[in-house]
């Protein structure tokens, strides 16, 4: 009962703080925010096209929040102790469900879990037994990596020892990899400095480098290696944000593309394919780059912000949103294959594609959402299901690797997932 009341405690300030996050959102960029796919661990990376400042300022709003809730909420604990469950009037839909299930087809298995108070943002294996996850601390928010050498079986704290805010994390192969960070030096608001800052090791992780880039300003982030060894990420600062790259590793950036209409998403901003970049821009806007910075063409989707985006080919592209869009031919017209929120697990060209779906959400001031993972055999125009939902499975997502042919790894909060065909 305890338990319980302490989740029903959390959940009520968390909703507090949705009303608070859409007010500003709403003043500020005269939009909505889509609630139902906003994590709240991990809100700031969810945001589109919110400055840093405004992020930083958020994330504060959310800390004294907690602070004034929690007080006013507690007077209400006595009661939730004593009443029945005020969720049970919904039924099932209500219903905590932790199992994770998998499709017919699949099996789904647990390898570990990494022991960390904070949050996993993303991992890389880069070979089948070495691994990096790059995680952030729920005290200060600051960075830690973990190291596996046993494909995910045990990981070890490579204590970074460095006080920044980690964003994203590349490894090029088992020694060299970088962490793109926000610096908050001169911080808050208005007096960020706005340094753009990197982490770098060449040791496979043992030891760890601030790069300071003066002739930048802003945070990189979403860092990507093609096929010869160049590097690609964005740099956004306020408002905008670029297309950078680097044909040394990092040591020096170059603007590669440099549009006004450029989004700001923390979960998927381009995608590298062949020779070419698909680089996500404002209100759904797809735009189409060579490696060297030569404008193709800008694909419109007519979708809101794109969290997910899979190039499976020239002609075959999935964009994840609020919905889940298909296009067979290049761009020019696109499909609904399935009409709420989701996450990308994988697709290929050949139909084959595993996702996880929105189906439903408990009508109460408890932020619960209930998905599950589903399989499709014929790009989207059927779905094999789970067979039972689990609570917030998407907002827990972090990332996927596909480790081989039929075996996906995921990242749940802090668990390690084996997803096997059979």
Request: glycine share 8%; hydrophobic share 40%; proline share 2%.
């Amino acid at each position: 009962m305890l338990y319980f009341t302490l989740q029903i405690l959390f959940q009520k300030v968390r909703v507090f703080f949705i009303i608070i996050l859409s007010l500003f959102y709403n003043t500020e960029h005269h939009g909505t925010i889509n609630t139902t796919s906003a994590s709240f661990g991990n809100f700031s990376q969810q945001l589109s096209n919110v400055s840093i400042e405004q992020t930083l300022k958020l994330e504060s709003m959310y800390k004294v929040s907690l602070l004034v809730l929690v007080i006013a909420v507690l007077t209400s604990c006595q009661k939730n102790i004593i009443d029945d469950n005020p969720r049970v009037n919904f039924g099932e839909i209500c219903d905590l469900k932790l199992d994770i299930l998998s499709p017919e087809g699949f099996v789904i298995n647990a390898i570990s879990e990494i022991n960390f108070n904070g949050n996993v943002r993303e991992f890389q294996f880069v070979t089948e037994q070495i691994g990096f996850a790059l995680c952030r601390k729920n005290v200060g928010g600051y960075v830690e990596v973990f190291k596996t050498t046993d494909g995910g079986q045990t990981w070890k704290n490579l204590n970074v020892g460095i006080n920044q805010h980690p964003y994203s994390m590349v490894f090029k192969d088992e020694n060299f990899g970088i962490i793109t960070v926000l610096d908050v030096t001169g911080c808050p608001p208005p007096n960020c400095l706005h340094k753009c800052v990197i982490l770098k090791t060449e040791d496979g992780g043992l030891n760890w480098k601030e790069i300071e880039f003066k002739e930048l300003k802003g945070l990189l982030y979403n860092p990507k290696y093609d096929n010869v060894g160049n590097l690609y990420a964005n740099l956004y600062l306020d408002t905008i944000s670029l297309m950078m790259k680097s044909i040394d590793n990092g040591a020096h950036w170059d603007t590669l593309f440099a549009p006004n209409e450029l989004g700001f998403s923390l979960k998927s901003s381009f995608e590298i394919f062949q020779n070419k970049i698909f680089v996500l821009g404002k209100v759904g806007k797809i735009h189409v780059i060579e490696t060297n910075g030569k404008f193709i063409k800008t694909i419109e989707t007519n979708n809101s912000t794109i969290w997910d985006l899979k190039i499976m080919d020239e002609d075959n592209i999935i964009v994840v949103s609020d919905k889940v869009l298909k296009s067979t031919n290049g761009g020019e017209t696109w499909e609904t294959i399935y009409g709420n929120s989701a996450r990308l697990i994988d697709f290929d060209s050949d139909g084959k594609g595993l996702m996880i779906l929105e189906k439903s959400f408990c009508p109460n001031d408890v932020y619960q959402v209930n998905d599950l993972i589903a399989s499709t055999k014929n790009n989207g125009l059927n779905w094999l299901e789970a067979e039972k939902t689990t609570t917030n499975l998407r907002i827990n997502f972090s990332n996927s690797q596909k480790m081989g042919e039929g075996i996906w790894f995921l990242m749940i909060e802090n668990k390690l997932l084996e997803l096997k065909e059979n």
